[in-house]
């Protein structure tokens, strides 16, 4: 999977979940009694965090690796329920939360009841400990159709660039502080950036074709 569809895929379970869960929509299809039987008496084991770090600022995309897991099953994260999808017996994708610095559990509960739980397996640290610096790739987009791509060198935004834009330069450039940069031209053409993992960011961005709207990038793998 590129960083795309990962970045594409998180976002859109997220959004589904949300929806579902606000705005009450269709009911999710129910196994048959004797797969549930089954089910429930599978617990469920966490193998992977992926990734196993995130920002004190929150909205790390999040994927889960195990088994056992039941469509409904709940994430814990230092006792705080976070938003939740399970896409399969073995994968589910979150969004941690604003937490304090440190190392907390994860704890995974299915609607049997039964659970597993790993101490201090996912660690929070402030947004400046990460390296915003490299080629960002992403998208954004209501239906996340279009791409994002954004470098930062020197702690600097150099250029930015989505849909089918020529890449944009700002004067002044704006400076990463704190894990984020952010700026808006008098004729309100702008981007704003969140540094929420190692390899993670999020933001908004109002740049022809892409009329103010959220987006999320993954650092590109090839720098330069």
């Known amino acids: 999977m590129t960083t795309r ?21 269709s009911a999710p299809l129910r196994p048959s009694p004797a797969a549930a039987a089954v089910d429930a008496t599978l617990a469920p084991a966490i193998a992977v965090l992926s990734p196993d770090t995130g920002s004190t600022g929150g909205s790390t995309p999040l994927k889960i690796t195990g088994s056992g897991f039941q469509s409904g099953a709940v994430v814990f994260i230092d006792g705080i329920a ?35 739980w790993v101490s201090n397996a996912y660690t929070f640290l402030p947004p400046q400990a990460f390296d915003f610096n490299g080629d960002w790739i992403g998208v954004a987009g209501a239906e996340h159709q ?33 894990g984020e940069f952010s700026i808006v031209r008098g004729d309100g053409m702008g981007i704003s950036a969140r540094i929420v ?9 109002n740049l022809e074709p892409c009329p103010y709207t959220n987006w999320i990038a993954t650092r590109s793998l090839k720098q330069g």
């Open 197 to 205: 993992s190692a390899t993670e960011a999020v933001g908004t961005i």
């Open 5 to 25: 569809e990962l970045s594409r895929t998180v976002v859109a379970a997220i959004a589904a979940l949300a929806e579902k869960t606000t705005f009450g929509g």
């Open 82 to 116: 976070i938003s939740a999808f399970v896409l399969d017996t073995r994968t589910i994708y979150a969004c941690a939360p604003p937490h304090d610095a440190g190392k907390v559990d994860v704890v995974v509960v299915n609607p049997s009841g039964l659970s597993d």
């Open 146 to 178: 279009m791409e994002l791509r954004f470098t930062v060198q020197n702690n600097v935004l150099v250029c930015v660039s989505c849909g089918s834009a020529n890449r944009v330069t700002f004067s002044p450039a704006p400076e990463v502080r704190h």
